[in-house]
């Protein structure tokens, strides 16, 4: 198993994407994830704490009632397309895996501040070598062509962020949608 980190999450035409940068490997894990998760993992990466617990919190949270330890997560396996996840939890002493998707145990421990780690295999078969300077000029470029247009899109994720912060679910729902439709012309 490959210790990663979340390196990036970002929208590309197909959807949300999380990347996860092997610590000891040079190549980067992309998992397309959906709306929800992306959401919990953007929450968490920008320091944003809702007024009331969301999934992955509330799941956190009973842990550590039941006194129970979120060891790590891994991307154990990937099958005609879809990654595969799981929990390593101990509890009562004993050490307990329980399946899961990857985005939702990525967001779990990134509250648990739990390790991520991904297979031998799964890396082989979808890692990625990314080119760190050229990311870097892409972003420089997207932020600087911003600061002469005011992106539409990214206007429309910081209302759906206010609103999840008031706990406005409606309308973030509404504008979560207006999103994937706007960045589905794409």
Known sequence: MHPVS???????N???????????????LPIFIGVPEAQAIALHLNNVTPPRPMTHDLLKNVFDIMEGRLDHVEVYDLSEGTF????????????????????????????ADAGIFVAQKVMDE??????????????EKDQSAGAESEDPVQNLKEQLDQAVKEERYEDAAELRDEIKKRTSKN
Not at 6 to 12: F, G, H, K, Q
Not at 15 to 27: A, H, I, Q, S
Not at 84 to 107: C, K, M, N, W
Request: net charge negative; glycine share 8%.
């Open 6 to 12: 979340v390196s990036n999450l970002s929208m590309s």
């Open 14 to 28: 197909m959807g949300f994407v999380v990347m996860l940068k092997g610590e000891d490997d040079d190549r980067t």
């Open 84 to 111: 595969y996840g799981r929990l390593v939890l101990t509890f009562e002493g004993r050490q307990i895996h329980v399946d899961s998707r990857p985005s939702d145990a990525i967001a779990l421990a990134l509250r």
């Open 126 to 139: 979808a890692g990625v070598i990314v080119d760190e300077d050229e990311h870097k000029e892409e972003k």
